[in-house]
């Protein structure tokens, strides 16, 4: 009971704040609490399909800004993506997913072992339920475009020599009565693409 009436409490107050600073009611943004935050609309900000940023469309050259800027991105309930600061809140442009999965580090061996992923914001994920792997393929071509979950709604791309890497690895394995070929992470298959035929 005292969890729940904790939790009202913080969702009260961050209502309020929001409500204090003037930015409207957006689904699915945290808001941390502030009466000075500053409601920017649209930035002129773009995430390019390999995770480079642009500002004004100029390449973001320091890392350091870069990963400061990922570190407050989240991702609305309209798939919308937010710099949310409490400064400030600002929505910008996402060409594709806003990081790119770079780097691929195994430990373990089997379905026992673990897949972890480093981002271009160095973030390391770990390959499992919490951040599981999509492959979509596009619908002209059929070319594959993996992704990995990384927080609230934001996702990796996989570098095209890091989905090479995985590939590698890929074993065959039953799943609901069709072969697939995919990948072990944490106990979990992730499946990358139907069994080839002979």
């Not at 920017?40 to 100029?58: A, K, L, T």
């Amino acid at each position: 009971m005292k969890d729940k009436n904790c939790k009202d409490m913080q969702a009260q107050h961050v209502a309020v704040a929001a409500e204090a600073d003037g930015v409207p009611e957006i689904p699915g943004l945290v808001l941390p609490p502030s009466r000075h935050r500053v409601y920017c609309g649209d930035i002129d900000i773009r995430i390019d399909r390999e995770g480079r940023w642009h500002y004004q469309g100029s390449p973001i050259g320091r890392k350091e800004m870069v990963c400061l800027f990922a570190s407050t991105l989240q991702r609305d309930a309209n798939g919308d993506y937010w710099m949310v600061t409490p400064a400030e809140v600002g929505r910008i442009t996402v060409d594709d997913a806003p990081f790119m999965a770079v780097e691929m580090f195994v430990s373990g061996q089997g379905a026992d072992g673990v897949i972890s992923f480093r981002t271009n914001v160095d973030e390391i994920i770990a390959l499992g339920v919490d951040n599981p792997l999509e492959v979509v393929n596009h619908p002209d071509t059929g070319e594959p475009s993996p992704y990995v979950e990384v927080r609230g709604g934001l996702r990796a791309r996989l570098s095209r020599s890091v989905f090479y890497e995985l590939v590698d690895r890929a074993q065959e394995c039953n799943v609901d009565g069709e072969d697939v070929y995919g990948v072990w992470s944490q106990s979990l298959f992730f499946p990358l693409g139907p069994s080839r035929e002979d």
